[in-house]
């Protein structure tokens, strides 16, 4: 890749589907070495975005590049620059480890040599030490899903598009892997991740909130935070047996503009800066009451959810 060349840009790109606009006129631009987040609901139109962007679909309308290489009429050459792990797990099950490493190369036409220095490589990245003839389907859930990582980085490519790489792994794992993604960013590669796992989302350099087809709001998790809520945010966690009278009260309060219930806790979003030390000298002294930062849950619930719902 070129010195100053965007790793990633889109300029209008839509995609429709008979009169079902996918994806509707979006631009962007990523990065080399950032990890760029897409975040929204189902069916917003990540995956179809996406799979522009890897060559494999043309779009209805607008231009992306990868790596400078047109997406539509350069689609063969943007294969070689992108890696792609997508949604439902890439590796055959009844096929070994090596099996299925040795056909990832056949078809990034990677010679016996290289694809040995590589499986050595990422091996020793994921730390991965089963045998080789293990099959795929015995493996723990997430070695799985760190070796379908190392497949998608087989051909060493600079941009990695990893579409919910994580849907449905325990925590600790997702944490692993979450390591592995920062550590090839430091290295320099691309990262374009989707997630909806909100956490997850904070190792963003920047995010994309998408809703039907479009990209509603674009910044760091920082910013996107600071404009989602220029008014202070609560949280409240009651003990266990408190009456619930204090939440009657305080769903009544005109100074409060909305409680969302997270899991004991509760955050309350206030209307003005002043009127949240008002609000807490009214409240029970048993709650446990703290100012925080809003999570990006707060973010997402505010500008995705909301207006779908308003
Ligand atoms: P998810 O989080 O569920 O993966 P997404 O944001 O990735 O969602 P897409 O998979 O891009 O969403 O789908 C966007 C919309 O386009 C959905 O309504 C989907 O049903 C529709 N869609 C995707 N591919 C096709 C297709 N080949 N033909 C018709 N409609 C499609």
Request: net charge positive; aromatic share 8%.
């Amino acid at each position: 890749m070129k010195k100053n060349q965007l790793a990633v840009q889109a300029r209008h790109l839509s995609v429709r589907f008979g009169t079902f606009t996918a994806v509707d006129d979006i631009s962007f631009a990523v990065r080399p070495g950032e990890i760029f987040g897409f975040l929204g609901a189902n069916g917003a139109g990540k995956t179809t975005t996406i799979r522009v962007l890897c060559g494999l679909l043309i779009p209805s309308a607008g231009q992306a590049w990868v790596a400078g290489l047109d997406c539509q009429t350069q689609a063969a050459d943007v294969k070689t620059k992108v890696g792609y792990m997508s949604q439902r797990f890439t590796l055959y099950s009844d096929l070994t480890v090596a099996e299925n490493l040795a056909f990832t190369a056949a078809l990034r036409k990677l010679d016996t040599r290289t694809l040995q220095r590589r499986t050595r490589e990422l091996f020793d990245f994921i730390h991965f030490d089963y045998p080789q003839n293990s099959m795929v389907s015995d493996l723990p859930g997430g070695i799985k899903q760190q070796l379908a990582l190392a497949a998608a980085l087989l051909h060493d490519p600079p941009i990695i598009f990893l579409d919910e790489p994580t849907a449905g792994v325990a925590p600790a794992v997702r944490a692993r892997f979450w390591s592995l993604i920062r550590q090839l960013a430091r290295a320099g590669k691309t990262i374009f991740v989707t997630t909806h796992y909100l956490d997850e989302a904070e190792n963003c350099r920047r995010i994309a909130l998408m809703r039907d087809g479009q990209i509603i709001a674009l910044d760091s998790p920082r910013r996107l935070k600071a404009s989602a809520f220029p008014e202070p945010v609560l949280e409240i966690e009651p003990q266990p047996g408190t009456s619930r009278e204090w939440l009657r009260k305080l769903k009544l309060d005109p100074r409060v503009a909305r409680i969302q219930p997270h899991g004991r806790r509760y955050h309350v979003l206030v209307l003005n800066g002043p009127a949240w030390q008002g609000i807490a000298r009214r409240l029970p002294k048993t709650l446990s009451l703290r100012r925080i930062q809003p999570s990006l849950e707060d973010v997402f619930i505010r500008l995705v959810e909301a207006e779908v719902s308003a």
